[in-house]
């Protein structure tokens, strides 16, 4: 396999999270070697299957079948396939090939109760929707928003409803997920969608970032969080944002703005990683370490990530506050200020310093490159 055309050797990283005229060159390579590596295992699959599921998923449009290849669950099922794990890939995919062909065809009679791969639709025999005494939606027809007409903003499929397992030093818990209450599912989708519009008008090189790498957004609540805010990705489920609470009152637009474009980042840098271990050799012991940005206790590893994800964070707030955007400037302002302060503490170094012997060659460099940019958009 070739390697990826962003390297810690040419600072691609550092280019591709300025929001650039490269942004998208660059980082769309990396996507195009990731789709390479999911294609062959998809098709290998595909082949064994009927010649009715076969013949079915050759008709689909293009983007339904890559609604199914590029969806998280795929994903996940796939990579574990590759390492040899025991699961039923075959059954997935036909179910899912069935799926867009309900889509497609506005058919009724698959299985009740299927959702497509990505949690975009619910089909069953009747189309009148169905809830438990939760609250969450178990039947009928259901069609999610979708985000810049692809991205599903999803509550109730069983992907947005799985255990989000978190490290037990960090100091926000996802517990069990929770149906929302009456309205608050719509004030959360009204401020993904308003969020992402902002972003669209003020830089559209992120927005575009976000539509091409995002595949799913799960909206969560949870009363064990006492209300937090919080976005989390997971390399397990690559593509598929998670918003904790998006619904609360102090979520405001330019806090989700910045969340968007944080876990898509994550996202990008999952995917390059399924190309090239280009970070750090993921057998070792990395231990723990406090973030400079947030003060929280964190893996180390998470650090790495977290140093490009709030290098692209600083770069679109700098950006941002620098144009005639539609965002808050006071609270636009405020996020830089924090972004730009985690690169200028004393804690960016020293952690980092903290476990670098098992830094890949030239990894230190970058990071030392991205906090000088920083300075010197500070002066």
Wanted: a negative charge; proline letters at 3%.
């Amino acid at each position: 396999m070739d390697s990826p055309c962003i390297t810690i050797e040419n600072s691609g990283y550092p280019d591709a999270f300025s929001w650039g005229d490269t942004t998208i060159r660059l980082t769309d390579r990396v996507y195009e070697q990731y789709l390479e590596v999911l294609l062959r295992v998809f098709i290998e699959e595909l082949s064994i299957l009927s010649k009715e599921i076969q013949e079915r998923f050759s008709t689909l449009p293009p983007e339904s079948k890559m609604r199914l290849i590029e969806a998280p669950e795929t994903y996940n099922l796939l990579v574990r396939r590759l390492r040899g794990d025991k699961v039923d890939v075959r059954s997935w995919i036909a179910q899912s090939v069935e799926a867009e062909w309900a889509i497609l065809h506005r058919d009724h009679t698959c299985k009740p109760g299927t959702w497509s791969a990505d949690g975009s639709f619910l089909f069953d025999k009747k189309t009148e929707v169905v809830r438990d005494s939760q609250g969450w939606i178990i039947g009928g027809w259901r069609e999610n928003v979708l985000l810049d007409r692809k991205i599903p903003i999803d509550h109730h499929s069983p992907f947005a409803r799985r255990d989000m397992p978190v490290a037990e030093f960090r100091s926000v818990q996802y517990g069990d997920p929770e149906a929302f209450r009456s309205g608050d599912e719509r004030k959360a989708v009204d401020k993904i969608v308003k969020s992402y519009e902002k972003i669209r008008i003020s830089l559209p090189v992120a927005a575009d970032f976000i539509s091409r790498y995002a595949k799913a957004i799960v909206i969560r609540r949870s009363s064990h969080a006492d209300g937090v805010f919080q976005s989390a990705s997971r390399n397990a489920f690559i593509g598929q944002i998670v918003l904790l609470n998006a619904h609360a009152d102090h979520v405001d637009h330019e806090y989700m703005a910045e969340s968007l474009v944080h876990e898509s980042i994550h996202s990008l840098l999952w995917r390059a990683e399924i190309l090239d271990h280009f970070l750090v050799d993921p057998e070792k012991e990395m231990g723990t370490v406090t973030s400079a940005w947030s003060g929280e206790t964190i893996y180390y590893y998470t650090l790495l990530q977290a140093c490009f994800v709030w290098y692209g964070i600083f770069n679109f707030w700098n950006k941002v506050c620098n144009n005639h955007a539609v965002f808050d400037k006071k609270r636009a302002g405020e996020l830089l200020e924090r972004s730009r302060r985690g690169f200028l503490s004393g804690e960016y170094k020293r952690s980092l310093l903290s476990n670098s012997d098992n830094l890949k060659r030239g990894v230190l460099n970058v990071f030392e490159d991205m906090r000088n940019r920083v300075i010197a958009q500070s002066v």
